[in-house]
């Protein structure tokens, strides 16, 4: 079956550090692979995304490269923003016949950053 | 404009009671899906529409019964509500012929509290 493994929350980070969130994942084809974040209250946003091997995402500073061999999609940002405090998921997404495409996530990762 | 809008934003009942959901979508998109987010923020989809046919049907309840009158809306009716049915039901939608690397957009969810 597909399935999302990500680094257990919450992480607790101080201003301009840098973040690094683990994600790797299992799939019976080859997905493309999302990073969404929900900001308290919200709905879920995508962040980045990847479609095919060696692909790098990148948005608003940060950034995740498919890499195949490991099969891995890990997130990071070289300096955080209070602001980025929210939840973060890792995603899967594989097509579906008939039509869309079904994601599979992660369990989310807690990020505080604190000044 | 808010892309994906959902209806109510908060619902709080009794057990055994009948509740819906609604959902519409102003992008033009032909998928919709329901997602469940529980309290440890685990999403997990419920149901996929394309083009107002049920595409994908996870293991849920036979309680819980979607319905498409038109592309834009996917509305969630839940029967005989249980404790366990509280959660934050999201909706999304994309673009069918976009496969695995389209982005979903999330509505703001709604929070369904059965007591």
């Known amino acids: 079956g597909n399935s999302v493994t990500q680094m257990e929350g919450p992480v607790t980070l101080s201003e301009e550090a840098f973040l690094t969130i683990n994600c790797t994942y299992t799939a019976t084809g080859y997905p493309s692979l999302f990073w969404y974040v929900q900001y308290p209250g919200e709905g879920l946003q995508l962040l980045l995304k990847?479609?095919?091997?060696?692909d790098k995402g990148s948005n608003k500073g940060f950034e995740a490269t498919y890499r195949k061999e490991t099969t891995s999609f890990h997130l990071e940002k070289g300096s955080v923003q209070v602001s980025d405090s929210a939840v973060y998921f890792c995603a899967l997404s594989l097509a579906f016949t008939g039509g869309g495409n079904k994601l599979t996530f992660g369990t989310g990762t807690q990020l505080k950053v604190e000044l | 404009d808010t892309a994906v809008s959902q209806t109510p934003k908060y619902l709080v009942t009794q057990m055994g009671n009948d509740k819906s959901i609604k959902c519409e979508q102003n992008?033009?998109?032909?998928?919709m899906y329901w997602y469940k987010q529980d309290s440890k923020k685990f999403l997990k989809i419920m149901f996929s529409y394309n083009n107002k046919e049920l595409i994908i049907n996870e293991t849920v309840p036979n309680r819980f019964s979607p319905k498409s009158p038109d592309k834009a809306h996917l509305n969630l009716h839940i029967n005989s509500l249980e404790l366990g049915d509280s959660a934050v039901y999201f909706c999304?939608?994309?673009?069918?012929?976009?496969?695995?690397?389209?982005?979903?957009?999330f509505g703001p969810g709604t929070r369904l509290t059965v007591t």
């Open positions: 992008l033009g998109h032909d998928t």
């Open positions: 999304a939608s994309s673009q069918p012929l976009a496969g695995a690397q389209g982005e979903q957009y």
């Open positions: 990847a479609t095919k091997a060696d």
